[in-house]
């Protein structure tokens, strides 16, 4: 996979990224106070998408401002202690919420190797901005942060996002059979569509 994009700005340990391709202009930024109302308004908007795969969505209590509050210190804390953690990802100057997504340390391997996590806004899907996210946080991870291994577990349910990663270049490993294996309520009223494996794409540094 190409390990540049000449519209990415960013620094070793980076607060915020800033990718600008002529007018599109898309900005990571750590959780914060600040924005936790946008990100409960677009995780309320994008709650029937998320409940498909996502177990936290069939609880009222995730969408909560206390609730995001109380992630944004943990993903702060996780920044801090190079663990790494999320970015909130917003478009143009009028700061509209696309994605959320993640890096974090794969606990079980031996060399530096995170594993990427992503959801991107109901009305922003079909942009192709899971692709370019993706791609980014890729970019980012391998050239600046100089990792060894890129990792991304994905429900094998979720058809457009093993998609993602294929064209992105990262290899199928195997399934690990039964380890999305989670309980929701059944009066969520919400359709929870993931099946209880998990494919693990990888992509490695010198790929």
Known sequence: MERSIDKLNSENQAKKLVYQDGELILEFVLPNFKDVPAICESMKASRNDLARFFPFAHYDGSFTYDSQDTRVKQCLADFYSGKHSEYWVFRGPDRTFVSCCSMYIEEVATCDSFELGYWVSTPETGKGYGTLINKILTVYMLAHIKVDRLAAPVNSGN????????????????????????????????????????????????E
Do not use: N, Q, W
């Not at 009223?189 to 494919?199: H, K, L, N, P, Q």
């Open 159 to 206: 058809k457009t996002s093993c998609h993602i990663y294929e064209k992105l270049g990262f290899k199928r490993e195997g399934v690990m059979r039964g380890v999305d294996a989670m309980e929701v309520p059944e009066d969520s009223g919400y359709t929870y569509e993931a099946t209880g494996d998990s494919v693990m794409y990888s992509l490695l540094a010198d």
